[in-house]
């Protein structure tokens, strides 16, 4: 009776928990359908069109890969494709429990047919065949013997991936493979039930996860830079974004056994001023009052979101040291300058001396919007370069995701003399041109701007501020083509029920035109290594489509440069040099060979080893010929560069790393040549 009763205890308990998740997830529904409807920049009708785009986002997003549900699932999912505008209208949330019941349980069943393997001879015969498509081919399983027989086949492919890369020496392996495999196996399967139980603790479990993904797609639908945050996402996405951070200082990653380890401590943090962890440090938990995570098959993202939540200002990270020893150290977190904000300028050494300098972020002081950031700082290396009397200036924005617009629109000010930078369009149809006000200009020289095609955001409203106003060659390849700006709103002032980073207004060129879903294009196109992967936003399902705004301030631009002969320079350059004709080799055959291939071949260690050997000596040949590539420009410090280095041997070590890399990047010595070209034909002008 007593062992009933508490059943029954339990059993409401466990009711009541889910009911206030459920609770929680209907406000949290309503909050963001409310949050779209008044601050989104063009708000789409609930309708089945909302329904089906909603579901289709939705289910892809649980299972991006295809590895879990079955074409059944699916099937019974297909209920909702176009009944999620009337869950919206009529407040219905309980809809979603069955696509985290149906995910659990694909999961246990995976991790179920993977533990069975343990004591299943596998069969490298042949007998079976892989099946190679492009992503947007893969199918659902048809049947849970499709299941059986894509983990059966995937541990055997992950086995011969292992053992090649402890062993490279075909011959070698061949002959003791047996052996080789019964070693390897476990290991092999331990790490897949891993993964497994990661994917099972998601966001703390898998039932916020789905709920988390579902209120994601319902932003992504409006456009794919609209996304929900909980608290940890909004901390690490600011943190992304500032200049200085609040945090433990601390970075962490997973080595080869699925240990969390410390990667890197920031100098100057909380963890390097308390001098009681070291990098590669073992940890194996973190608690913060009554809030404790066990490192045990858990994601990096896991720690990162425990680590980055406001709630825990202080965490205790017990550790295991190198000897083995166990130690709890309690950390508070202190506010850090982030380190892969900073920039630093340098000069480029060859006919004449060229300033460099790359921009990481956009980012800023998110605590005062009149606070200094990449805009001030970016100012100050300007000082130190034209004290070293350069005589132009390479700004490299390649895989700038963007960041502050305002720091953007001061850096942009710092080139031209005053007069219009941008047009903001908001919901209402209104707009309003942001403009310099600022007389005068802090560098006069020419400029070269580098981008590609994961420069986005900030990075393109610079860039094309540049180019319109013809104050810098743009060279690179198209840009990302992201030309609107997010905020981050909380869904509700009252409760806790999580933000939004939501779009509410487009920015256009001065000209009244718009690089959306377009890109900026370069005035001299380079060869990419990224060509034809299709990672600009124009690819993305719900991109905003391109349009453009009246004029209403024209803006007075430079003279425009000798355009067509720095192309014809730049063009015969390109193809007599090696590195960038190992690009384009290299590119071809990553995205027809491996890709977008439509291939099968028997599963039999020659045929893996065959396969993964090409690939692996494709990377290693292309990094062969780039290693092996004289440029003909050399990169040095600034004179102020080289003081602060004296008294900094770990910042000493990596600058020389970066003056290496540098001097190396085939496109930072084209910019140099594109760049002297300009000052060239400035001086016979």
Not at 9 to 16: A, G, N, R, S
Not at 565 to 572: E, F, G, H, P, Y
Request: aromatic residues 10%; charged residues 25%; hydrophobic residues 35%.
């Amino acid at each position: 009776m007593v062992k009933r009763l508490i059943a029954l205890i339990l059993c409401l308990q466990t009711v009541q928990v889910v009911a206030q998740n459920d609770s929680l997830f209907c406000k949290q529904i309503t909050a963001v359908q409310n949050l779209i409807d008044t601050s989104h920049y063009s708000p789409k009708p609930v309708n089945d069109s909302l329904s089906k785009g909603v579901f289709d986002l939705f289910v892809h997003q649980l299972d991006e890969e295809k590895r879990y549900f079955i074409q059944s699932d699916i099937d019974g999912f297909m209920i909702d494709a176009y009944k999620i505008d009337d869950y919206l209208t009529s407040n219905t949330c309980d809809f979603v429990d069955k696509y985290a019941e149906t995910l659990k349980k694909r999961i246990i069943a995976a991790k179920e047919i993977i533990e069975a393997l343990r004591k299943t001879p596998l069969d490298y015969t042949g007998k079976d065949t892989l099946y190679f498509s492009p992503e947007n081919n893969e199918q659902y399983f048809k049947s849970e013997a499709n299941v059986k027989s894509f983990w059966n086949k995937r541990i055997r492919h992950l086995i011969i991936s292992k053992l090649m890369d402890e062993d490279s020496v075909f011959d070698h392996l061949k002959k003791n493979f047996k052996t080789l495999e019964a070693k390897i196996k476990p290991k092999v399967i331990d790490n897949q039930l891993c993964l497994l139980e990661e994917a099972l603790h998601l966001n703390g479990n898998i039932d916020i996860y789905v709920k988390e993904t579902f209120l994601n797609a319902l932003l992504n639908y409006e456009d794919p830079n609209s996304s929900f945050f909980n608290i940890s996402d909004k901390t690490e996405f600011e943190g992304s974004l500032s200049n200085e951070q609040l945090s433990f200082g601390i970075y962490t990653d997973k080595n080869n056994e699925g240990e969390i380890y410390i990667s890197h401590i920031v100098p100057g943090s909380a963890a390097f001023k308390d001098g009681n962890l070291e990098e590669n440090d073992i940890v194996k938990s973190l608690s913060s009052g009554t809030n404790v995570l066990e490192t045990y098959c858990i994601s990096n993202d896991d720690i990162l979101s425990f680590i980055n939540d406001d709630r825990h200002r202080t965490v205790t990270f017990k550790i295991k040291k190198s000897n083995g020893s166990i130690q709890n150290v309690e950390l508070t977190k202190i506010v850090t300058k982030v380190e892969s904000s900073a920039v630093r300028g340098y000069i480029l050494e060859h006919v004449t001396d060229f300033g460099y300098i790359e921009i990481p972020s956009f980012y800023t002081d998110l605590e005062s919007p009149n606070g200094l950031g990449l805009a001030n700082d970016v100012a100050k290396e300007l000082y130190k370069l034209n004290k070293e009397d350069i005589k132009g200036l390479i700004i490299d924005l390649r895989f700038n995701g963007g960041g502050s617009m305002k720091e953007a629109a001061e850096l942009s000010g710092m080139f031209i003399d005053r007069g219009p930078l941008s047009i903001i369009k908001y919901p209402n149809g209104e707009t309003y041109t942001v403009r310099d006000l600022n007389k005068g200009v802090l560098f006069k020289k020419p400029i070269v701007v580098l981008i590609n095609s994961y420069s986005a955001s900030a990075s393109e409203f610079f860039a094309s501020v540049m180019q319109d106003y013809s104050r810098a060659i743009i060279v690179g390849s198209p840009s990302h083509g992201k030309s609107s700006a997010q905020s981050i709103l909380p869904l509700s002032e009252s409760e806790d029920l999580g933000y939004s980073k939501i779009t509410v207004e487009k920015f256009y060129r001065v000209t009244g035109l718009s690089h959306q879903s377009v890109g900026v294009i370069p005035d001299v196109l380079l060869p990419s290594l990224y060509e034809n992967f299709k990672t600009n936003e124009r690819f993305s399902m719900f991109a905003l489509t391109n349009d453009s705004v009246e004029v209403k301030l024209k803006h007075h631009a430079y003279k425009k440069p000798a355009l067509e002969l720095i192309n014809t320079n730049s063009i015969k350059r390109v193809e007599n040099n090696l590195g960038f004709n190992a690009i384009k080799e290299i590119n071809t055959i990553v995205a027809n060979d491996y890709m977008y291939r439509t291939s099968e071949y028997a599963l039999t260690l020659d045929n893996v080893y065959n396969d993964m050997n090409s690939y692996n000596q494709l990377w290693n040949d292309f990094e062969s010929k780039m290693n092996a590539l004289k440029t003909t420009i050399t990169a040095r410090n600034t004179s102020s560069t080289n003081e602060i280095l004296q008294y900094n041997d770990d910042d000493k070590n990596a600058n020389a790393l970066i003056l290496k890399d540098i001097s190396a990047d085939v496109y930072i010595e084209e910019a140099y040549m594109i760049l002297l070209d300009l000052l060239n034909s400035k001086t016979t002008n």
